[in-house]
């Protein structure tokens, strides 16, 4: 998930990872990834739709998924 070459920067890259708890496998909710970046429930939730229609639109998507679930079962 992080060698993702989406047009994301940094910052909205590790929100969707914290979010999805895809790191550390703690999910989080909106409210918390926002206040760990000083940012609005809302402003989470546009990150978020962002990046998902981003990995859907994907041509790399299959191997992302793949990817996800490789590290999610270690």
């Known amino acids: 998930?992080?060698?993702?070459?989406l047009d994301n920067d940094k910052r909205d890259k590790q929100i969707f990872i914290d979010l999805y708890g895809l790191e550390d496998g703690i999910v989080k909710t909106?409210?918390?990834v926002g206040g760990k970046n000083n940012l609005s429930v809302e402003r989470i939730r546009q990150i978020e739709?962002?990046?998902?229609?981003?990995l859907k639109n994907s041509?790399?998507?299959?191997e992302i998924a793949e990817e996800m679930l490789e590290d999610y079962n270690k």
């Open 1 to 5: 998930m992080k060698d993702i070459s």
């Open 30 to 32: 909106l409210e918390e």
């Open 49 to 54: 739709e962002k990046i998902s229609n981003q």
């Open 59 to 62: 041509p790399r998507f299959m």
